[in-house]
């Protein structure tokens, strides 16, 4: 119980990374039900759910659940009614009527267990050796986020210690830690966002394209507000796949949030993360590449955006055609630019744009970029341009996020091989003004293209 009480994690709000983990559980078994748990001295609570809905809490009654929690091994159970502790469990009892469990220990690193991966099924069935040791690699998965989630809050705190005198902390450690609090509610999100919130004469749109269902890659981005009408947004890619790729990307979305509420400066955020990135020991060698950005309205209308870049592929700014112009596209440079967290004094450079009335910029991973077409050939960043240049064209005098994600996904669905690497997809447009004498532009909207948050390829379309 103090180990659970050491990663304060009860009854926090829904978070996408184990929302991700509980479907990515449903679909390698193709079961109807999968849980991620943590079990309370009264009760089993529920951190994520998938087919079982309206559910949050449990009582702790044998056989399921609180009897996993008493052993390191996956716990497997073919027939409940077979079973002489689980046939009276009120899953198996009840409504739900479960007649297959299995469940791997959530299990710390000096050996306390909190609680439990879970599938569930209504019909009696078997799984292989193979099978027990994912869903363990899924419960260390968990273990992986709330690891460090804990991290991420001493991060920041770290950061902020470092930021003021130490009278003022001494002055301030009440209020600080307070302040702490608020802060661990914002980290507690997700690798990707369930939705794109709403900026005032913005259109906002973003896609998500695994490239295979049975590995979590490490593609992620954000858009969230930084008070005063100002506004951020960052994607990136984190190098490698599977359970440690995706826990150093919940760290870096975490970090890169932080560090744009001490100091929004796209340069100064990516910096923070270089060096969240290196004194984490988890992290090991892995590194990424992001673009973070910040927003601000333009008194002549449009956006300012700041741009910082962490060698990542440049994002694209879309002219639509106008005052005798045709529609052409650019790719916004900034020189220099290195990797993140690779080595301790990287440079990082920034680039300033106005985002005008009616044009659009777009932000995409290198899935795309190293994409294959017919003949095996990649289809590289000259390709994308072009592609980019004939929608411009098409789109009249006014661009759309959500028009440009449509058809880039359309692209993306006609690579006949697939994709090799995950796809992530941001897209930002200014709303052009409403003309003399009719009511002013609607603002902008969240729009995530796809089912949920990620899209799967068609084959592996979540239902």
């Known amino acids: 119980m103090e180990a659970v009480r050491r990663y304060d994690i009860l009854d926090t709000p829904p978070d996408g990374a184990f929302d991700r983990i509980a479907a990515l ?101 078997a799984i292989t050796e193979a099978d027990t040791a994912t869903l363990a690699d899924l419960a260390a998965m968990v273990m992986s986020e709330l690891e460090l989630r804990l991290s991420a809050l001493r991060l920041v705190r770290a950061e902020r210690e470092r930021a003021q005198s130490e009278r003022l902390m001494r002055e301030q450690a009440e209020k600080d830690k307070a302040e702490l609090a608020a802060f661990a509610s914002t980290l507690q999100r997700t690798l990707l966002p369930p939705a794109l919130p709403t900026i005032p004469g913005m259109e906002l749109a973003c896609h998500y394209l695994t490239a295979s269902a049975r590995e979590v890659g490490g593609d992620f981005y954000d858009v969230f507000s930084l008070g005063g ?13 599977g359970a440690d790729a995706a826990a150093v990307t919940s760290l870096i979305r975490y970090t890169l949030r932080a560090a744009a509420w001490h100091d929004p400066d796209p340069v100064a955020v990516l910096e923070a993360l270089n060096a969240a990135l290196l004194l984490d020991p988890s992290v090991g060698s892995r590194f990424c590449t992001a673009v973070f950005g910040a927003l601000q309205p333009a008194a002549d209308g449009g956006f300012t955006v700041t741009l910082g870049t962490g060698g990542h592929p440049p994002p694209y700014h879309l002219h639509p055609a106008g005052e005798g112009s045709p529609g052409h596209v650019d790719a916004v440079r900034a020189e220099g630019g290195m990797l993140i967290g690779a080595v301790a004094d990287a440079r990082f450079a920034s680039h300033t744009v106005h985002l005008a009335p009616g044009q659009a910029l777009l932000l995409y991973t290198d899935g795309i970029t190293e994409a294959r077409d017919g003949k095996g050939e990649l289809f590289g960043e000259d390709a994308l341009s072009d592609h980019l240049t004939r929608h411009t064209v098409a789109c009249g005098p006014s661009a759309s996020a959500i028009t440009l994600i449509d058809d880039l996904v359309a692209l993306l669905d006609a690579f006949p091989d697939g994709l090799g690497d995950d796809v992530a997809l941001l897209a930002l447009a200014a709303l052009p003004a409403a003309p003399a004498g009719l009511a002013p532009a609607a603002t902008g909207t969240a729009h995530t293209t796809g089912a949920g948050p990620a899209r799967l390829r068609p084959n592996e379309q979540e239902h």
């Not at 009408?229 to 796949?241: E, M, S």
């Open 229 to 241: 009408g100002r506004w951020a947004f960052f994607l990136g890619d984190v190098c490698g796949k």
């Open 25 to 125: 559980a449903t679909r390698l078994f193709d079961v109807p039900v999968a849980t991620v748990t943590i079990v309370d001295s009264d009760r089993i609570w529920f951190k994520a759910t998938r087919g079982l809905d309206g559910v949050t809490q449990i009582g702790r009654d044998p056989g399921l659940c609180a009897s996993v929690i008493l052993s390191d091994d996956t716990l497997v159970i073919p027939d409940t009614l077979t079973d002489s502790v689980a046939c009276a469990n009120p899953l198996v009892t009840g409504a739900l009527g479960v007649r297959f469990y299995a469940a791997a220990p959530i299990i710390t690193s000096d050996g306390h267990r909190l609680g439990t991966v879970n599938i569930l099924d209504t019909k009696p069935r």
